[in-house]
């Protein structure tokens, strides 16, 4: 039996992904995020996982605003890097696992939920970034992955309860799979940021703590909170934290907390970062 043993949660920076490229890791001020992570690359080495089942948003990479599903599973064998306008990152082509994917649209369909299907997809910052904080700069990635698109971009987007619930049906469809596979669900995005406006730059760390907290502990409050709570508290892109809960619902009732990591700032983002394992 498939069985889901751990949940990631992480931010996504693009400039993240600049700073691991062009090797400024070390740089003054990029150097304590990433020292943030050095527990995660151990930890994940250790874990092994089959694959990765990682909820992310495209920043209008391979979507657009002419066609944007609100949930949209990949199952492809492989998914190339996106030019977002500097070139595709120079990284590794991640692999997926078609078979497990499509055992998993097929569970999710039939639980009605309206799962859009990608048999061709491109990746942006929005999933490589995650992966090259948990991994580094390997030649290949080591695991496969299940890209879950989420639309946080375009209103409407779903809302928390729905996410909550999608992670949920994830469980059940992993743990219905007939194979042995080690599999982690990834929530990423957030956490407070604006990238435009009167607010660009805003950042509320209380307000972040309260809810790396209630994901831990209490997720059925956040299932209620409000989109408007997040635009006001979180920044325009503080909606992304919804996807965490995706990754929550996919852990069961109860979870234990491995690690916590947080950092002010990453470019104009808060950075949050929870390594979680199922209790049951």
Known sequence: MARITAGITTSHVPAIGAAVDLGKTEQEYWKPLFAGYEFSKKWIAQE??????IVYNDHASFFSLELLPTFAVATAESFEICDEGYGPRPIPVVEGHPDLAAHLVTSLILEEFDITILNLLDVDHGLTVPLSLMFGTPDKWPTRVIPLA???VQFPQPTGHRCLELGKAIKRAVEDFDGDLNVQVWGTGGMSHQIQGER???INTPWDMKFLDD??????????????EYLIEAGSEGI??????????ALGAEVEEIYRFYHVPASNTAVGHLILK???
């Open 48 to 53: 092994k996982p089959d694959v990765a089942i």
């Open 150 to 152: 989420v639309n946080v």
């Open 200 to 202: 660009a730059g805003l």
């Open 215 to 228: 994901l831990i502990n209490e997720p059925e409050v956040l299932q209620h909170k409000p989109h408007l």
């Open 240 to 249: 992304e934290l919804i996807m965490w809960l995706i990754m929550r619902g």
């Open 278 to 280: 199922p209790k049951n």
